[in-house]
């Protein structure tokens, strides 16, 4: 949440009381702006936290191999 990633989030943080408060340094104004057209990006922006989620997931994966090859070499 303190990633600039955060912004990509803010349609779907904007209609839930919890995720509005995930953001203090938002001004309601312009929560109540986002809210107001979240549904047209919503969709956009699920894909996007998949494709943020998929990134990592391949890079722990590849990390996590490269040091069981390591402990193979060791062994």
């Excluded at 312009?30 to 047209?40: G, V, Y």
């Excluded at 996590?64 to 060791?74: H, M, P, V």
Aim: proline share 4%; charged share 30%.
């Amino acid at each position: 949440m303190l990633s600039d990633f955060r912004s990509t989030l803010a349609p779907i943080l904007s209609v839930n009381p919890l995720g509005r408060n995930m953001m203090p340094d938002v001004s309601e104004a312009e929560l109540d702006r986002t809210k107001a057209t979240a549904h047209f990006v919503i969709a956009d922006v699920v894909t996007a936290l998949y494709r943020h989620c998929t990134r990592d997931r391949s890079a722990s994966r590849r990390l996590a191999r490269l040091r069981a090859g390591r402990r193979d070499l060791q062994a």
